[in-house]
């Protein structure tokens, strides 16, 4: 230990040492843009101010509380684009873009950017290419898509030769948006113009506006889970405003959808690539493990592990079709790992590895019980012609829809963030309801009593966990058996 | 009384045909005063079919049908102020005279607008160059209200050293876009989807 002579000398080394540790402390603040300030506050932009707080007051004031306007960051640093982009635009002199991509974001969010561009999110809109058919084309029409699909999974903004953003695709901040410089996402999904607060994208409503309804239930899993409940008491608690926000450190009393899919924990770093943590596929119709696969240019895959993992250096069809050479693959295993350390902040590993354990079973459970059985059902069906290949023209196809993707769905996240209720009454239960009370009915009536016990009995009745249909004389008085008769008072 | 004497050279011809001269003068300035009128309707205009396409757009817009009934015609946005003046952007005009006989189809919508952005490009640096001369004809700046509270201020403090077309273009005819970020491929592949075209045929039709 340094002993000091005196108090004099130790104050003078406290006044030595102090402005070092606060600059320490500074850079460890503003580690994510690494850049220097001087590549901001373009003198052009500082114009914009003036005429926009008149003609657009609400933006401008939300500029001005930003952290962006607190760095000097001004209109045109993000909008300035150049003549040659093909949604460019003069404007009031200035060559601008009305499109913010996340290739201007990342000309100085550059970690977030990389982050982003290989995530799942940033492929949203493929990732639905084979149901936008069906449910836009068929079922309702093509008005639906910028109403509701491309609001969550984005549109792909195109540019008329006038240099107008047609109405179809824009207004859009959905988070797969294929944007006109070729780049895929928008930061504005998560992070709300022009204010951009941390605490906006750090509370759950921001991901919650659209892991909501059927396809991705999360907003009433987590306010029907204790973590949502403690949010909601303690969000006063939550430190959302801070700097850094690492769990333990900054806030405790509660997690959020960030802290797990893609926060900072001791040990954890943060990261924009949400889904990275996730080791199962919970939207189809069966889920399954997923390994992720990292490409050499930083893009990102998920792929089954049904389909053996690709060898380091090895060449794999990246998500837009590209050829990509993997660089590393990330085992459902390894997801797991990092996404159950972060429930070691607040709890033991034992606790920690049985809720994963319980979540787990329910998900394979599901698999084996209603999700394998009934895909292979309509398998059958479609093979022996007794459907049409038609999606959604037949009563059946409605039935297993609601099945896998309405059901199915809410029971699987139900149990990955522990809400009872969405686990059972509203996901498993409905699939069980489902299965038992439409989906076997209505096989039986689409292919008649022989032809369908036929298809039942080899999918569904000689699998144990329907075995109890074999044996029908247990019985149970909640649907009024024996009711009334002493014997089973 | 003083008794004027005429110089001897003015004769009673030399009046005669100074008089004669004198009254065909006045006369020419009233008829290139009706000429310059007359060829600033719409109607005029119009008498050409290529600028019928040009004027279809502009009958939709706000300055053909303004909540005040105060309608702008051709030549009161595109013709200057003055008998001399007005003769002059007549005289240059003429060259839309030559091109509609000996230029491309104009009459076709599809090459009309093909060849637009060119003319949209002429036409604004026309109003740059008379610092929107004509548009001050009836809009004064500083009594620019509009609709919104600060639609003045924006005029009076922001707006203060530019002239109207700097901002305001796009108003009455196709959009195109401004001359520094127009993109000609755009363009080309945008007519061939409106009118139904193959991919690459309005760059064939331009070249001819």
């Known amino acids: 230990m340094i002993k000091f002579k005196s108090h004099r000398r130790l104050y003078l080394f406290l006044c030595l040492i102090i402005p070092f540790w606060l600059g320490v402390i500074t850079e460890s603040l503003a580690d994510k843009v690494t850049l220097d300030a001087s590549n901001w506050g373009l003198e052009e932009g500082k114009e914009c101010i003036s005429c926009h707080k008149k003609a657009s007051a609400g933006l401008t004031h939300e500029w001005e509380s930003s952290a962006h306007a607190n760095a000097g960051v001004n209109c045109l640093d993000c909008h300035l684009a150049d003549e040659v982009e093909n949604d460019a635009i003069e404007h009031e002199g200035n060559i601008i873009a009305t499109i913010v991509s996340p290739k201007d974001c990342g000309r100085c969010h550059t970690k977030e950017f990389k982050e982003t561009e290989g995530s799942v999110h940033s492929k949203a809109l493929s990732l639905i290419k084979n149901r936008m058919p069906a449910l836009a084309d068929n079922l309702s029409g093509r008005e639906m898509i910028a109403a509701g699909c491309a609001q969550c999974h984005g549109s792909q903004v195109e540019v008329r030769g006038d240099g107008t953003l047609t109405p179809e695709t824009w207004p859009n901040t959905g988070i797969g948006r294929i944007n006109p410089d070729g780049s895929r996402g928008s930061c504005s999904a998560c992070h709300a113009r022009h204010n951009f607060s941390k605490a906006q994208a750090r509370d759950p409503s921001a991901c919650i506006w659209c892991h909501t309804g059927p396809e991705s239930p999360d907003d009433d899993v987590y306010a029907s889970s204790k973590h949502g409940a403690l949010f909601a008491s303690n969000r006063n608690k939550m430190n959302l405003n801070s700097d850094e926000w690492v769990l333990g450190k900054d806030y405790s009393a509660a997690p959020t959808c960030v802290t797990c899919h893609m926060g900072a924990s001791p040990g954890i770093k943060a990261s924009h690539d949400v889904g990275m943590r996730d080791s199962w596929s919970l939207n189809s119709p069966v889920s399954e493990k997923q390994n992720l696969v990292i490409f050499d240019d930083g893009d990102r895959r998920n792929l089954p592990i049904s389909q053996a993992a690709p060898r380091r250096g090895t060449e794999l069809s990246k998500l837009n079709g590209d050829m990509g050479k993997v660089k590393a693959v990330a085992t459902p295993k390894r997801r797991r790992q990092i996404m159950a350390k972060v429930c070691l902040e607040c709890h033991s590993k034992g606790f920690a590895n049985g809720f994963m354990k319980q979540f787990d079973d329910v998900v394979e459970l599901y698999n084996e019980k209603f999700g394998k059985p009934a895909q292979a059902v309509m398998r059958a069906l479609y093979d022996l012609n007794l459907l049409t290949p038609a999606p959604f023209d037949e009563p059946l196809e409605f039935t297993y829809w609601r099945l896998w993707h309405d059901a199915g769905t809410k029971a699987r996240h139900g149990a990955a963030m522990m809400s009872p209720n969405l686990a059972w009454w509203e996901g498993m239960h409905l699939v069980s309801q489902n299965f038992y009370g439409e989906f076997l009915p209505q096989v039986r009536e689409l292919a008649g009593k022989e032809q369908g016990d036929a298809l039942i009995e080899e999918h569904v009745t000689s699998l144990e966990h329907h075995s109890w249909l074999k044996n029908l004389d247990q019985p149970n008085p909640i649907l009024g058996y024996g009711i009334g008769r002493p014997s089973h008072d | ?208």
């Not at chain 2, 922001?158 to 993109?183: G, M, Q, T, W």
């Open chain 2, 1 to 208: 009384m003083i008794k004027l004497r005429m110089p001897l050279f003015i004769t009673r011809h030399v009046l005669f045909a100074l008089m004669i001269g004198g009254l065909a003068g006045i006369g020419f300035i009233l008829f290139l005063i009706e000429f310059d009128h007359f060829t600033s309707t719409e109607e005029f205009c119009t008498t050409c079919h290529s600028m019928e396409i040009v004027a279809e757009p502009y009958r939709e817009s706000v300055h053909y049908r303004p909540d005040s009934g105060v309608r702008a015609s051709c030549g009161d946005c595109h013709v200057s102020e003055g008998v001399l003046s007005a003769t002059w952007d007549h005289f240059v005009g003429g060259k839309d005279l030559f091109n509609q006989i000996f230029g491309p189809g104009y009459d076709d919508p599809v090459i009309n607008e093909l060849h637009l952005p060119e003319a949209a490009f002429a036409a604004r640096q026309w109003f740059k160059d008379r610092n929107s001369a004509t548009c001050k004809r009836c809009h004064v700046k500083e009594a620019i209200f509009g609709t919104r509270p600060d639609t003045n201020l924006i005029h009076k403090e922001d707006a203060k050293d530019k002239s109207c077309i700097e901002c305001h273009y796009n108003l009455v005819h196709l959009r195109v876009p401004d001359e520094k970020v127009f993109k000609r491929e755009a363009w080309n592949r945008m007519i061939e989807e409106k009118y139904g075209l193959k991919p690459g045929e309005a760059d064939k039709l331009l070249e001819e």
